[in-house]
């Protein structure tokens, strides 16, 4: 029963959004008789939208310059020690705590 009714709802709820929404498809628009503030709306909206390539630009090229700085990195070479500090080997020592009487 639950299937039908999900079922009859959303057969509803479409056939009210194509009723709703042929009206709205039946004409272009026609830009002649556009107003000033359609205009200004639209040139808004365009700088709106070129605005936002300037975090994407920056975003671009740190990720180019990050991969192309790890592919070229050269590993570095270990610096040679002469033989006598390299046997050389200084661990840590346990040193007790001092304790005053």
């Known amino acids: 029963m639950l ?3 999900n079922y009859l709802n959303s ?3 479409l056939s009210l959004l194509i009723f709703s929404a042929k009206p709205a498809f039946a004409r272009s628009i026609g830009l002649k008789d556009a107003g000033i503030a ?3 709306f639209i040139i808004i909206g365009a700088i709106i939208v070129l605005l936002q390539l300037i ?3 920056i975003l ?3 990720f180019i310059g ?3 700085g790890l592919i070229s990195r ?3 070479a270990p610096e040679k020690l002469p033989v006598e ?3 050389k080997v200084v661990l840590p020592g346990y040193e007790p705590a001092p304790v005053k009487r």
């Open 85 to 87: 500090e390299k046997e």
């Open 60 to 62: 671009f090229f740190s």
């Open 55 to 57: 975090p994407a630009i």
């Open 74 to 76: 050269r590993k570095k």
């Open 3 to 5: 299937k039908i009714k």
């Open 11 to 13: 057969l509803i709820i």
């Open 66 to 68: 990050t991969t192309t």
């Open 38 to 40: 359609l205009w200004i």
